[in-house]
């Protein structure tokens, strides 16, 4: 199809998110396989698919059951050609593609773009000023600027929540060309750079990883064959680890994390002996009062791990402890688990128990 490079919203939203998970995936073209969220989430869009096009559904099955509640935000009986439609347009030298979940002529040069977010919390929807700067809302509103002459889009995202009792929240907000316009030019950087790194024929692995988002909306389907390389060698009773990650987080003097064990006399005298529980009170505060969760693994699973991740991340880079520090842990707990991952790469030295 011409010279044009074709660029979805989930390619350049990965390639944003991280670049390396995007070369993986669109440099490397390794597929990684849905997950059962994903699996789920392709279900109730059907669902919503048929009562959107007045088909029979059946309200019962699980995914009737975590669709229900968004109905009420839906517009009524669409035409088939208004509903999972696929659009392209050209622009700015890249041709974009997507398919809507759902639109809507409102008269007067006004269209609605609807889309469905399976998710496992509620926390995760976007804010309406959000969804305004969102890629996928703003390609998903070019398509209609430039093929349809609209003056104005009307945006309307619906979060249905899987985990707990069945919920839905509707999101809207709304784009005039003008905007849609100032909110394209960084979604073209992105295309270029993309294009810049492909004809580059830069490698995977040379390319920057957001270790931060390892844990986002659950693992990386990449964590292993992305996983930094370790340095291992034997000191009595214990296995040493020294990460070998070129980042600022890792350095001689940051705090000694040990993982199922303590510090014996012959290691070096730490001022600071702190149990992961302690560390923790500070992060998990903040998540109850920000993501209005009792606790974080409420945030469902696989995503919760990736919210005390980000949140641990950030509790350290503004309060660093350095090596006069010991930070005890433990992978029997649920917290040790799921932040071992973080408080390695944040730690200056990590000494783990057989």
């Not at 214990?238 to 350095?251: D, G, H, L, N």
């Amino acid at each position: 199809m011409s010279n044009k490079w074709i660029l979805s919203a989930t390619e350049i939203e990965t390639f944003e998110l991280c670049r390396r998970k995007w070369a993986y995936q669109y440099l490397d073209n390794i597929k990684p396989q849905p997950s059962k969220a994903a699996q789920f989430g392709s279900a109730v869009h059907t669902f919503l698919q048929k009562y959107l096009t007045g088909n029979d559904i059946n309200y019962e099955t699980a995914e009737g059951r975590v669709a229900s509640p968004g109905l009420a935000y839906l517009p009524q009986l669409l035409p088939q050609r208004f509903v999972e439609r696929q659009v392209f347009f050209a622009k700015d030298g890249f041709i974009f593609q997507g398919i809507i979940d759902f639109l809507e002529s409102l008269g007067n040069r006004k269209w609605l773009i609807g889309d469905h977010k399976t998710c496992s919390s509620l926390t995760y929807a976007l804010s309406s000023q959000e969804l305004k700067k969102n890629i996928q809302a703003n390609i998903y509103a070019h398509w209609a600027f430039l093929e349809e002459d609209a003056e104005e889009v009307s945006l309307k995202w619906i979060y249905y929540r899987t985990k707990s009792t069945p919920k839905a929240i509707c999101v809207e907000s709304t784009l005039t060309h003008d905007e849609a316009e100032r909110n394209f030019e960084p979604i073209t950087h992105a295309a270029n750079e993309i294009k810049r790194i492909v004809d580059s024929k830069a490698k995977s692995s040379s390319l920057p990883k957001n270790e931060s988002a390892c844990f986002k909306y659950g693992p990386c389907p990449f964590l292993a064959k992305c996983r930094p390389n370790s340095i291992r060698y034997q000191v009595k009773t214990t296995e040493v680890f020294k990460m070998s990650v070129p980042a600022p987080e890792i350095r001689k003097s940051a705090f000694h994390l040990y993982v199922d064990c303590a510090p014996v006399k012959s290691d070096a005298g730490y001022e600071h002996t702190i149990e992961l529980s302690e560390l923790l009170k500070p992060v998990l505060q903040k998540i109850k009062e920000e993501k209005e969760l009792s606790h974080y693994r409420l945030a469902g699973y696989g995503q919760h791990v990736g919210l005390i991740a980000n949140y641990l991340g950030e509790h350290l880079k503004n309060n660093p402890y350095d090596n006069r520090t010991a930070v005890l842990s433990s992978t029997k707990t649920p917290e040790g688990c799921d932040t071992l991952q973080t408080l390695s790469a944040a730690a200056g030295r990590v000494v783990r128990g057989f």
